[in-house]
């Protein structure tokens, strides 16, 4: 017998409506700061991974394409790949990109700089993307900001995409940012936890 799907298991519907939205219209992309927030806070407060193993839609969305849809090798990560090397280097790479990112937006917001309607892939590819911005009652800064988190969003995606092909459906999750923070929160929140018995 199999086991009932619960609300949870259809997140990835979520992650895969955010990329069509952005693709429409990049303000969209502010949605993506969920993405950012709920897993700190549940890590946070409940000090483990729930949103890793249950509530990240886009690693349900690679689970879906890779194992159902068959597009993934299903073979091992590279050992290097696991390492706390590489993801905390990753990290240290992605925070630097991100704010790289903010100061960027902060600059379109203090008249310094133009907006770039602009999604960077890879953090090297820029494709134009005049067509998803239309205006907005607010400075071109709010603008700015979405496109730099969409590409975020966007490059994240490849990069998972690549990996869910090459290796295992999931194998974005070994090395993902997001999952990384909240791992270093667990670890601790736990030893805060320890300390106090």
Known sequence: MKNKKKWYDYLWIASLTYLILGFFNILFAWLGLL???I???????????AYCNKYCGRGQLFSLIGGRFGLSRKKDIPGWMGTGYFRYGFLVFFFAMFFLMLWNTYLVFAGAKDLGAVVTLLWT????????YHGTLFSDGVAQFAFGFYSVMLTSTVLGFFTMILFKPRSWCVYCPMGTMT????????VTSSQKQ
Do not use: D, E, T, Y
Not at 39 to 49: E, S
Not at 184 to 189: P, R, T, V, Y
């Open 35 to 37: 993405c950012f927030f």
């Open 39 to 49: 897993p700190l806070a549940i890590a946070i407060v409940k000090g483990n991974k």
């Open 125 to 132: 590819f820029k494709l134009p993307w005049r067509w998803a």
């Open 183 to 190: 791992q270093l929160i667990c670890k601790a929140k736990n």
